[in-house]
């Protein structure tokens, strides 16, 4: 089936120009296409899916059914994920042994190796797509990213400065706390240079400064790594990956990212009012310094516990909110929520694919959404020059 959808534009009850001139001139037209193949069962369903979700974006839908159709769609990819990897096990049978006979070899694989996987591919590419909706809203930028604010490298030199000093081989869980560590400093940092009433344009310059501190450091350490094995793991791990994780790690994880979440739950309207402008805003009862405090605090603790838990793992903060925006109708407020369950459901497909591709080495998650995201942001690039000529 191939199809084309033109959604209408409203955001914040504003004529369909004034709205587009906010992320561009110009609604993108969406083309989709599904072709008929034949696959494994779960493929399959996963298939079927896609082509209801294209019908459901095609007529237009509500919030609320698109909402559903990502969450049915990040259901489809976890059950996925749970099924597939070096090992073949039967999901069903996985499942009650590890009731039944928790001691079994596919219990065993099930909870100790793909649930967390599975767990961690979920809340940390919700994390980064919600991020990257409210880091665009805030800015009113399809370009920005959740690593603008510095949390992410912050975050990076944290997790490497443990392992480069070998404190992970004795206490491994100090690799993510470390991380979540220098995410709040580098936020720290940030919230010095800029101080407490600076606009927009200074604290992004104080995130690239220290986004440039933080990356001039990692560099430093990997120079001076005592060996090439050591060099190794610390590259490694700033690719991005996560596989090898525990349950541990989840649940080291959730209490920043859950803060985080919290945090950005009530700055919907506040985002859409602020398309019109701050001065508009303020008049509306929206206070912009509050809100962009508020939401780099945010972004702040719910990054860097997912960097620190799986390294850097770019472009989905980025490509996610921008493919969906347009099915919101450009509205910030209904994008946080479908952007997070988009991060969820591409996080999880490129972990599936790098499973799935035959390669000699572990093939990283990171790389696979940086080959996917560089040339979206090439194309991105391009449009905005495109709509700056026009």
């Known amino acids: 089936m191939q199809a084309e959808f033109l959604p209408q534009c409203h955001a914040v009850s504003l004529p369909l120009s004034m709205s587009n001139s906010i992320y561009g001139n110009r609604v993108p037209l969406l083309r989709i ?52 990897g070096a090992e073949s096990i039967e999901l069903s049978a996985a499942v009650r042994n590890v009731f039944v006979q928790p001691d079994a070899v596919d219990a065993i694989i099930l ?37 603008l604010v510095g949390s992410a490298s912050g975050a990076a030199l944290g997790a490497v400065s443990v392992l480069y000093f ?46 440039a501190m933080a990356t001039a450091a990692m560099s430093l350490l990997l120079n001076f790594a005592p060996s090439p094995f050591a060099m190794r793991e610390l590259v490694l791990w700033t690719l991005g990956d996560i596989s090898d994780r525990s349950l541990l790690d989840v649940k080291l994880m959730l209490p920043c990212t859950l803060l985080g979440w919290l945090l950005l739950a009530g700055c919907g309207r506040q985002l859409d009012a602020l398309t019109l402008g701050e001065r508009t805003a303020q008049s509306m009862g929206v206070r912009p310094g509050v809100l962009r405090w508020r939401i780099f605090l945010a972004v702040s603790l719910a990054v860097g516990a997912a960097v620190a838990t799986t390294g850097m793992i770019g472009f ?8 969906i925006r347009p099915l919101v109708g450009h509205q910030p407020r ?6 997070a369950l988009g991060g969820a459901s591409l996080l999880l497909a490129a972990d599936i694919g790098v499973r799935l591709i035959p390669t000699q080495s572990i093939l990283k998650v990171g790389v696979l959404t940086s080959l996917v995201g560089a040339p979206f942001f090439l194309y991105l690039i391009l449009q905005s020059r495109r709509h700056a000529f026009r």
Do not use: W
């Open 316 to 323: 989905i903060g980025l490509v996610v909110p921008h493919l």
């Open 111 to 147: 909870r100790e190796l793909r649930l967390p996987r599975m767990l961690i591919g979920i809340i940390a590419g919700a994390t980064l797509g919600v991020c990257g909706a409210a880091m665009q809203g805030l800015l009113r930028n399809p370009l920005a990213s959740p690593g």
């Open 166 to 211: 070998g404190i992970a081989t004795q206490y491994p869980q100090m690799v993510p706390l470390a991380g979540m560590a220098g995410s709040l400093i580098a936020t720290a940092i940030v919230y010095l240079l800029s101080g407490k009433d600076a606009n927009v344009t200074t604290l992004i310059l104080a995130g690239v400064a220290v986004n």
């Open 334 to 339: 209904k994008l946080l929520l479908a952007s």
């Open 33 to 84: 296409e599904v072709g008929d193949h034949h696959g494994s069962l779960l493929f399959d369903a996963c298939r079927r899916l896609l082509c209801k979700l294209a019908c459901a974006v095609m007529s237009a839908v509500s919030p609320a059914r698109l909402h559903g159709a990502l969450a049915l769609l990040v259901l489809v990819l976890a059950l996925i994920s749970l099924s597939i």
